[in-house]
């Protein structure tokens, strides 16, 4: 037995470190470990403030997923105090949203994940015409039907998006060629290269994806300008509780939102749905056909036995999450949990997530087991608006508090919470999502809406590409990175069909954006209690807040990477990270590039999932306001 430290995993957000133990006769991993090494306290800072700023603050969990604890915030204090959205605030709140799932799954791919597939060394070897032919080809077997009832498909400024050419390949082999022979390899460095498992693809598909990685690198900004139009930057964009802070006029040109600003979204939008589909897709089908095929379809961890997902996109205002509202019209109702989807997809169990399963504090828990963390009652499960962040750190195994050799599996571990639902763990993201919608299309539990059925046919045409059921190919790492880019293709026409809702109601009069009616303090109940839930684009994450005499008595967040990279429960089992990784076979211990490909494939985000840290507890910097101290 062998026990491998991986610390810091890199292309990632945020700090996660990984301990295997390999059995070296079979390359098979006994067990493992994820753990998030630094705590944020985020949810501490939020306390006593006023519930209208708790967006703002909030929405510093991350900047990677940038927007999405702003909209779990904003949906849980308007949910609370019983607040409805302006048709056009949703409008944008969607766009806004389905932007980040197109640029997010973008970026994950090519600049995260993309070099545990491709490698530039490798794309020295392609020929550029083969290259731009099979970029050419591999979508030829692919074609979906998009039945989105756009109305206006409008292409305000068409930007001139790379074709695939020989010269085009050409070119970017010469630069990548460049990098390599100057022996300095940047962004390429300290990475595997003489990995066996980069010779399972042919050259072309890695000069391919490679070109496709440094074109993302320039194109990754213009995808999010929706953030800036509606929201004044990215990351981090701006809201107000109530709807937005941006008005509407289409006659005054200095108006955050006119004609002109609203042709810049357009553009932005457009430029999504051609990067997924002439670059990401052609890549994705071409990496994933070849892995499947050769058999590489491990690392379904937990994913077979349970899924979890709250559902979004309302079509339309809603009065709040609590009472039921929030789920009667949505887009996309991923909502709900299945069980065994590994038995295949008619036997498998769905589970309905309703509005009485947020207020039951026996549904949503999480708990402290392996956390750092301290509750009054050793060995509870808290409901969200009952839970507690008290900081209890107890080191590892060996070595010492500030350096670790070993982290203790038996004992505390990681600065991740572990959620739970009806006391199990489940798998969240983008393949829950799809499981989901997936289970309850086939099993006539509900008719699917147009991007429910485009989400059905895009696993159905996979599966006849791949010749295998959907459950043999989704439940795996590779099937976790090529839903995602599914997804990325829903999302883009998502974006297109709200825009297209949002000119319309613009043109039909109503330039509302926010709805101003309880700002005041003096209109709220002494005591109220909200969730907000969001899809975000690393899974389900929910809000959870209590207000008390104006102010924010209590504040969780329960995060898609907490779900995900939680550490394990005695009663509960494994997360999904740590399970996905013992579902995974390795060929050389020292070098686990499948571990790397395993856990980005769930596009890890720490800085999410532990919501500065200094080890010994000292200041780290001293700010003063006032310019005379
Ligand atoms: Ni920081 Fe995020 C949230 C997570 S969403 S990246 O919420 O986990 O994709
Ligand atoms: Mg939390």
Partial sequence: MKRIVVDPVNRIEGHLRLELIIDEATGKVQDALSSGTAWRGIEIILKDRDPRDAWLFAQRICGVCTTVHALGSLRAVEDALGIEIPKNANYIRNIIAASQVVQDHLIHFYHLHGLDWVSPVAALKADPAATAALQNSVLEKYTINIDAPIEYDTKAYPKDFPKATTIYFRDIQNKIKQIVESGQLGLFAAHWWDHPDYELLPPEVHLMAMAHYLNMLDRQRDLVYSHVVFGGKNPHPHYVVGGMPCSISMNDMN??????????VDTSINLGLDAVNYFYLPDLLAICEIYVKSGNIDG?????????????????????????SYHKNLLLRSDGIVENFDQGVSKAVFHNFEAKDLV????????????????????????????????????PKEGTKTNWKYLDENGKYSWIKTPKWQGKMAEVGPLARYIIVYTKVKQGIMQ??????????????????????PEKWMLSTVGRTLVRGLEAQAAAYINKYYFDKLIKNIHNGD??????????????????????????PRGGLSHWVVIKDGKIANYQ?????????CPRDSKAGYGPYEASMIDTKIKIPEKPLEILRVIHSFDPCLACATHLYNAEGKQLSVVYSDAYK
Avoid: C
């Fill in 511 to 536: 330039t509302s954006v926010a709805n101003m009616d309880k700002w005041d303090i003096s209109k709220w109940p002494s005591e109220a209690k909200g969730v907000g839930l969001h899809e975000a």
């Fill in 360 to 395: 039951d504090s026996a549904v949503i828990t999480e708990g402290v087991e392996h956390s750092w963390y301290t509750y009054n009652q050793a060995g509870a499960d808290l409901h969200p608006w009952d839970g507690i962040t008290d900081p209890q750190y107890t080191g």
């Fill in 255 to 264: 108006a955050p939102v006119n004609t002109e600003r609203l042709a810049i």
């Fill in 448 to 469: 699917p809406t147009w991007v429910e059925k485009l989400m059905v046919d895009q696993i159905d045409q996979v599966s006849k590409m791949l010749n295998l059921l």
């Fill in 300 to 324: 379904a961890g937990i994913a077979g036995k349970r899924v979890l997902g709250f559902g979004d996109y309302p079509e339309d205002t809603y009065s709040g999450t609590t009472n039921g």
């Fill in 557 to 565: 967040a329960v995060v898609p990477s907490t779900w995900n990279a």
